[in-house]
């Protein structure tokens, strides 16, 4: 079976750091463009980083900038997602997606574009 699971989330301060796991399973990670995106209470989707182990290609949202750093092990089959410099904004519920391509940013927002979709971890930020 297809499995995305995500963890490593939590409550944390301001300025504390996280990092998030994503576990890959009934498919090998490298082969797809590997995506974390997030969701806050009571708003829609965000994506938030962007991954392709065969391309080297990255890419994150301009907010996250700077803090967040996304990285792919194949041996462990393992995405992750580094968060330094935490802030309230960043609270969210945190999944790990899989699609075969680099979606258009328009699209990276919807769940039904992904091919694989985590169930999430949450992070809260908070003083």
């Known amino acids: 079976d297809v499995q995305l699971v995500e963890s490593g989330g939590g409550s944390v301060q301001p300025g504390d750091s996280l990092k998030l796991s994503c576990v890959a399973s009934?498919?090998?990670?490298?082969?797809?463009?590997m995506y974390w995106v997030r969701q806050a209470p009571g708003k829609g989707l965000e994506w938030v980083s962007v991954t392709n182990s065969g391309s080297g290609y990255v890419s994150w949202r301009t907010s996250v900038y700077g803090r967040f750093s996304i990285s792919l092990d194949n041996a462990k089959n393992t995405l992750y997602l580094e968060m330094n410099s935490l802030k309230p904004e960043d609270t969210a519920t945190y999944h790990c997606?899989?699609?075969?391509?680099?979606?258009?940013?328009?699209?990276?927002?919807?769940?039904?574009?992904?091919?694989?979709w985590g169930q999430g971890t949450q992070v809260t930020v908070s003083a």
């Open positions: 009934g498919f090998s990670a490298s082969n797809y463009w």
């Open positions: 997606a899989a699609a075969s391509s680099l979606l258009p940013v328009s699209d990276r927002t919807s769940a039904r574009a992904y091919t694989y």
